[in-house]
């Protein structure tokens, strides 16, 4: 008797081996949860993928998910890439100087642009502008039962709903990164020159001497992955949202923060991997204190 009741009370006393057990168990269950909702997603992309290429969507429709997400989003991607262009200026100005540097601070900063921040800054603009109000909007059909009424009607909604705000994602966020860099560009000439007196011939003829067309296909193979990562996330959010407001705020709040995440740790690969590929091609890369 006293050994088929020791266990018991060693549970309900909160014992050192039940609770390193109830923390394994815990910890299981989080893998597992990440796995399915991984499986999960991949068949949600897989989907939106095949109706993408078995039927495209309304003319009307798309047209109208591009000016949302693209057009709307320009001024904003613009006033950003400028001042973050100024604040690299500014930055790194006096590091450059002590070393006699000056006029190479241009590379440095269409460099930055062009490779990281062009494409991060857009990416995470459309992810907290755009990736949001999809999640959010998807995830008030869902409540409202609007997706429901969509499948009895007999229309797909992946291929009504997902597939325009994905493909408008896809092919917009490169014009939204080059305007980042475009702007970045000029607001960093703009202050060194204007503002730090350098010398605009040298700083405009060592940027153009750093900079290589592989750093603009750099930056947009980048956007091309972000803007498919933010469309399918923020998509399945919405989808799965949980009924009520609460759950409609949550959704658009994870949309934003597991398309940010993906942002960054696709940024690390991506750049490894195109790194990987420059080498391969040309092996020797200008230098920005070399000749």
Request: net charge neutral; glycine share 10%; proline share 4%.
């Amino acid at each position: 008797m006293s050994t088929g009741s020791s266990y018991p009370n060693e549970r309900t006393s909160g014992g050192p081996l039940w609770r390193i057990s109830e923390g394994i168990a815990d910890f299981g269950a989080v893998v597992i949860r990440m796995i399915e909702g991984l499986g999960d997603i991949t068949l949600f992309a897989w989907s939106a993928i095949l109706w993408m290429f078995s039927r495209l969507p309304r003319r009307d429709t798309l047209i109208n998910n591009m000016y949302a997400i693209g057009v709307q989003s320009l001024p904003v991607v613009a006033i950003i890439g400028a001042f973050t262009g100024m604040v690299l200026a500014v930055q790194s100005f006096t590091q450059f100087r002590n070393f006699g540097l000056e006029t190479q601070l241009g590379g440095m900063i269409n460099k930055s642009m062009f490779r990281e921040l062009g494409p991060v800054l857009a990416a995470t603009m459309l992810a907290g502008r755009v990736g949001s109000a999809m999640a959010a909007e998807l995830g008030t059909m869902r409540v409202t039962e609007q997706i429901d009424a969509l499948s009895a009607m007999g229309a797909n909604p992946i291929h009504y709903l997902v597939v325009p705000r994905f493909l408008s994602c896809l092919l917009l966020i490169p014009s939204l990164t080059i305007m980042a860099i475009f702007m970045g560009v000029i607001g960093g000439a703009f202050y060194c020159v204007q503002f730090l007196g350098i010398d605009y011939h040298h700083y405009s003829t060592n940027s153009q001497r750093f900079v290589e067309n592989w750093d603009l296909f750099y930056g947009v193979a980048k956007s091309v992955v972000f803007g498919a990562v933010i469309g399918i996330i923020s998509c399945y959010r919405g989808f799965n949202c949980l009924p009520g407001a609460e759950g409609v705020g949550r959704a658009a709040t994870t949309a934003f923060v597991y398309s940010f995440v993906s942002i960054i740790i696709l940024d690390l690969l991506l750049s490894i991997v195109l790194d990987h590929i420059y080498l391969a091609i040309w092996p020797v890369a200008p230098s920005l204190f070399g000749g």
